[in-house]
């Protein structure tokens, strides 16, 4: 897929999957939001890569996905992609299952994609 010049949102992308998928579409051209949690970290990465800037927000709070949506469209005045690497995992017997820790770890990696995505379609 020729990326070049397609606006591209990558969540999660302070670290692991997320941060190797930015380096990877910044290489190929992309313009890029990076969005996660850590202001500086992304703040850092985009004085690195080429055509990309930060948008901190925290996928699981509806109300920060959307103004990560609209702060891209603003900046970019358009998405092409998204990408949702954002998450988290989970191991834990079932009895031994934290049921405050597993809805937030849902919001993170059902409900923030599920909303992100609405959010994008639409543009």
Known sequence: ???RDRV???TGASSGIGLATARLLAKQG???ALVSRSKERLEQLSGELPNSFAVPADMTK????ERMITETVEHFRRIDVL???AGQGYDAPVE???VDTFHRIF???VVGPLVAMQQVIPS
């Open 83 to 85: 990408i949702n690497c």
């Open 107 to 109: 919001d993170l990696d």
């Open 1 to 3: 897929m020729n990326v």
């Open 30 to 32: 992309a313009k890029l």
């Open 8 to 10: 591209v949102i990558v």
């Open 96 to 98: 031994k299952t934290n």
């Open 62 to 65: 509806v109300f920060e996905i």
